[in-house]
């Protein structure tokens, strides 16, 4: 994933800030990072693994990664400015704002 948009909580009951900002998404089988498709629809939340080691993985997040796409990415920050990604969290379904990712 080349671009995510990300919160930074300025606290417990603080909105998210979203940044757009650059994430690292290994694909490794045993070290790629948790990834989450989560589906806000009709009042009901299902959160859904995804095994980006395999192509099927690959294939999902990349269907649904599109523009205004709302992400949480966590992750270690790197030297150059990115995030090397440890779990990332997808919305989809419902609209979602960046305050909500929190609650």
């Given at each position: 994933m080349s671009k995510g948009v990300v919160g930074r909580p300025g606290g417990k009951?603080?909105?998210?800030?979203?940044?757009?900002?650059?994430?690292?998404?290994?694909?490794k089988a045993g070290s790629a990072p948790l990834v989450y498709q989560v589906d806000l629809t009709n009042g009901l939340s299902t959160v859904s693994p995804?095994?980006?080691?395999?192509?099927?993985?690959?294939?999902?997040?990349?269907?649904?990664?599109?523009a205004n796409t709302a992400v949480?990415?966590?992750?270690?920050?790197?030297?150059?400015?990115?995030?090397?990604?440890?779990?990332?969290?997808?919305?989809?379904?419902?609209?979602?704002?960046?305050a909500s990712a929190l609650n």
């Open positions: 009951n603080s909105a998210m800030q979203s940044n757009a900002i650059t994430v690292t998404l290994g694909t995804v095994d980006v080691s395999i192509p099927a993985g690959q294939s999902t997040l990349s269907t649904n990664l599109v949480l990415a966590n992750g270690i920050p790197q030297a150059d400015g990115t995030i090397e990604d440890y779990v990332l969290f997808y919305y989809t379904g419902a609209a979602l704002t960046a």
